[in-house]
Nanobody
Framework: QVQLAESGGGLVQAGGSLRLSCAAS????????MGWFRQAPGKQRELVAR???????YYADPVKGRFTISRDNAKKTVYLQMNNLKPEDTAVYYC??????????????WGQGTQVTVSS
């Protein structure tokens, strides 16, 4: 069984910062791209950022210059540092990882989601 466990969400005032973490565990052979999506009430889930196993990154336009994605391959963990948060960043944030578990083929796994609320 492969699981992704998220932590770090919460309530913060506009202009503040939060750091999300997502750790993968289980019978993992390798991890490819990891990343974060978010879903605000009444909106579709959208990609926030992703990072390849080699460290190449991509950011959605609304978060460029404010959010930083990183990963620790030894800890099987991906991070999202969110600075200068805005009320429009309020959403449930989901991590995902492209994982090859032992004896299986590549599969996308998802975390349970963590709430980020930014007050004005």
């Amino acid at each position: 069984q492969v699981q992704l466990a998220e932590s770090g969400g919460g309530l913060v005032q506009a202009g503040g910062s939060l750091r999300l973490s997502c750790a993968a565990s289980g019978s993992i052979a390798s991890i490819g791209t990891m990343g974060w999506f978010r879903q605000a009430p009444g909106k579709q889930r959208e990609l926030v950022a992703r990072i390849t196993s080699a460290g190449s990154t991509y950011y959605a336009d609304p978060v460029k210059g404010r959010f930083t994605i990183s990963r620790d391959n030894a800890k099987k963990t991906v991070y999202l540092q969110m600075n200068n948060l805005k009320p429009e960043d309020t959403a449930v944030y989901y991590c995902y990882a492209n994982i090859i578990a032992w004896g299986t083929r590549t599969t996308d796994y998802w975390g349970q989601g963590t709430q980020v609320t930014v007050s004005s």
